[in-house]
């Protein structure tokens, strides 16, 4: 079992940068293909950014591309998402997902574990 704990999120200007983390609680993070997902209000939840165990292998959406970067150190069981140029429409619950498939996805279904999600709301 693995248990995802976002944290960092809040409330920043437009043009400004937050940086939201994930900490796993698993012996087998080392294992784990992680993502990023988020949820604006009256919206479906959508791929953001993923990243393989090692590191080497990133992805993520056009919308966020060249703005957001996801990382991870598999010493301390964390994955982070830094958000740079935030847009109002960035706003959104956004929610760490974990999958021990050994390999990166943008689907929902290609993730087996989730957190509670982090509130990130971007003012204009």
């Known amino acids: 079992q693995v248990q995802l704990v976002e944290s960092g999120g809040g409330l920043v200007q437009a043009g400004g940068s937050l940086r939201v983390s994930c900490a796993a609680s698993?012996?087998?993070?080392?294992?784990?293909?992680m993502g990023w997902f988020r949820q604006a209000p009256g919206k479906e939840r959508e791929f953001v950014a993923a990243i393989n165990w090692s590191g080497a292998t990133l992805y993520s959406s056009d919308s966020v591309k060249g703005r957001f970067t996801i990382s991870r150190d598999n010493a301390k069981n964390m994955v982070y998402l830094q958000m740079n140029s935030l847009k109002p429409e960035d706003t959104a619950v956004y929610y760490c997902?974990?999958?021990?498939?050994?390999?990166?996805?943008?689907?929902?279904?290609?993730?087996?574990?989730w957190g509670q999600g982090t509130q990130v709301t971007v003012s204009s």
């Open positions: 997902a974990a999958n021990n498939r050994q390999r990166i996805g943008v689907l929902i279904n290609d993730y087996d574990y």
């Open positions: 698993t012996h087998t993070f080392r294992s784990l293909a």
